[in-house]
């Protein structure tokens, strides 16, 4: 099952054209890496699918619910002093804007889940500002997570994080997939840092250069 089709996209940024006629469908299950060099195109084509950017031309068909998808930008908090916990930032996940009480119980049993699979159970508690970079990711990563997605959409989560943070990182990734089913599709730099042969490796340089496994993206 085709979870998201992409059809002759064309998007315009700054008054120049970042992306066009770019086709591809990702199916169920799938993990996604986009490649590219910087000003290729990745970030604003991820940018596009989750509805941050507006498109010019072509389609993006979802065959899933908006609140299935759950999308992680580039450089979450990076004000340090912000004045939340852990928790409260995770919880704004599954928040019910004006509804009282904000949250039920399934929703704090998801997040102890979440909390245990992603090792963050002693960090619910701490100020945002008092952890480093990688526990900070983790804790961004658990609020998209939190309510249960079935597609995950990156841009470039590792961006400034140490070479183990980010292996890491990649390895949780690596498990959702795996283990859960969890739709992965990502903008990223650091290919050589994942460890999964099963990733299938689409690269942008404004229009699609390549579409096919990672093994076969190493041998280009």
């Not at 989560?157 to 890491?168: A, E, Q, W, Y």
């Amino acid at each position: 099952m085709n979870i998201i089709e992409i059809k002759n996209l064309t998007t315009t940024y700054n008054g120049h054209i970042a992306i066009k006629d770019v086709s591809f469908n990702v199916k169920q299950g799938e993990y996604v890496c986009l490649v590219g060099e910087n000003g290729s195109g990745k970030s604003t084509l991820i940018k596009t699918i989750v509805g941050l950017n507006k498109k010019d031309s072509g389609e993006i068909i979802k065959n899933i619910s908006a609140d299935k998808i759950s999308y992680l930008a580039q450089n979450n908090l990076t004000d340090i002093n912000f004045p939340a916990t852990a928790k409260e930032i995770i919880m704004t996940g599954v928040q019910k804007h004006k509804l009282l009480p904000f949250y039920n119980k399934e929703d704090h049993k998801n997040f102890e889940e979440i909390c245990n699979l992603l090792g963050i159970t002693d960090l619910a508690n701490r100020q945002i500002g008092q952890l480093s970079g990688g526990q900070r990711q983790r804790i961004m990563l658990a609020r998209a997570l939190i309510r249960n997605p079935k597609v995950l959409i990156l841009d470039e989560p590792c961006s400034g994080l140490d070479v183990n943070i980010t292996k890491d990182f990649y390895n949780i990734l690596n498990k959702l997939n795996k283990e859960t089913g969890l739709t992965i599709i990502m903008a990223t730099h650091d290919l050589d840092e994942i460890e999964n042969d099963d990733i299938r490796v689409v690269c942008i340089a404004t229009t699609v250069k390549f579409d096919g496994n990672i093994t076969d993206w190493r041998v280009v």
